[in-house]
């Protein structure tokens, strides 16, 4: 059963970079095609997909934050990262790792078979 574990820096400063990474453990099946996507969900407000890296090394970004966002994957260490730079306090958030396996752009809990717990990272100086 495969698992997934977010970690990375729980507070940030404004205008600075947030790292964050995605552990994979299990097996998944030497010939499985799954989407890994981040997403996110501010305080009291809904799940937001941020994008999303295929098994192909395709990446996909929601337009309001392209210009932001950068994932990409370490297969060496089965994780997939995210980078989100210019940080503001709008972006504190909990931060979700999550796994599909056809092409997702909600942040809908069942559009996706597993979910990391979440990490939380407020942005503050």
């Known amino acids: 059963q495969v698992q997934l574990q977010e970690s990375g820096p729980g507070l940030v400063k404004p205008s600075q970079t947030l790292f964050l990474a995605c552990t994979v453990s299990?097996?998944?099946?030497?010939?499985?095609?799954?989407?890994w996507a981040w997403i996110r969900q501010p305080p009291g407000k809904g799940l937001e997909w941020m994008g999303a890296?295929?098994?192909?090394?395709?990446?996909y970004y929601s337009p309001s934050l392209k210009s932001r966002t950068s994932i990409s994957r370490d297969t060496s260490k089965n994780q997939f990262t995210l980078q989100l730079s210019s940080l503001t306090p709008e972006d504190a958030a909990v931060y979700y790792c999550?796994?599909?396996?056809?092409?997702?752009?909600?942040?809908?809990?069942?559009?996706?078979?597993?979910w990391g717990q979440g990490t939380q990272v407020t942005v503050s100086s």
């Open positions: 890296i295929a098994s192909s090394g395709s990446t």
């Open positions: 999550a796994r599909s396996n056809t092409f997702k752009i909600t942040g809908w809990r069942r559009e996706y078979d597993t």
């Open positions: 299990g097996a998944s099946g030497p010939t499985a095609f799954y989407y």
